[in-house]
T-cell receptor, first 112, second 111 residues
């Protein structure tokens, strides 16, 4: 079983609030990813990292930012949440192959 | 824009039948291919990967790849109600390129 953890699992906040979604993994994986998934839709890559101090934006334009100061930790921050940010956010990691991902349980964000 | 296409379904099969899930991709340079299973309200989990043309079998699952036709499929033999889920096809272009997911096909296995 994959050891990758996301908090909070559920979050309801008001517009304009700053939020940080936490993601940690204990597998020592260098590669970590943040995906966004809406119901019935495909996963969209919003950020990824191939190691400490390395971060890249994904295919989906996002107003979020990420950091990778430690191998095991890859938090995602929204400076000012909007209703359009309402979605499921999935964190994942991989060891060698980019395609063999281990996913966390997800953070479901609702912005009112 | 790299695209991965799947029929959204639902694909309904009776218990014990073979379920066939299909996926096409647009990037001819794609190198590796993956099938993920996602139960309702849960995160995706990897069930199969395939890197070369032909078939790859793992238990009741068989992945099939045809790079010339840009087509990858997943066969589930002896389908069980517990196989009911959405199956996501994912494609990687190789090297440091990232993974592109399809929207998934919902599979319903009736007892």
């Amino acid at each position: 079983e994959a050891d990758i953890y996301q908090t909070p699992r559920y979050l309801v906040i008001g517009t304009g609030k700053k939020i940080t979604l936490e993601c940690s993994q204990t597998m020592g994986h260098d590669k970590m990813y943040w995906y966004q998934q809406d119901p019935g839709m495909e996963l969209h890559l919003i950020h990824y990292s191939y190691g400490v101090n390395s971060t890249e934006k994904g295919d989906l334009s996002s107003e979020s930012t990420v950091s990778r100061i430690r191998t095991e930790h890859f938090p995602l921050t929204l400076e000012s949440a909007r209703p359009s940010h309402t979605s499921q956010y999935l964190c994942a990691s991989s060891e060698r192959t980019v395609g063999e991902l281990f996913f966390g349980e997800g953070s479901r964000l609702t912005v009112l | 824009q790299k695209e991965v296409e799947q029929n959204s379904g639902p694909l309904s099969v009776p218990e014990g039948a073979i379920a066939s899930l299909n996926c096409t991709y647009s990037d001819r340079g794609s190198q590796s291919f993956f099938w993920y299973r996602q139960y309702s309200g849960k995160s995706p989990e990897l069930i199969m990967s395939i890197y070369s043309n032909g078939d790859k079998e793992d238990g009741r699952f068989t992945a099939q790849l045809n790079k010339a036709s840009q087509y990858v499929s997943l066969l589930i033999r002896d389908s069980q109600p517990s196989d009911s889920a959405t199956y996501l096809c994912a494609v990687n272009g190789g090297g440091y390129s990232t993974l592109t997911f399809g929207k998934g096909t919902m599979l319903l296995v009736s007892p």
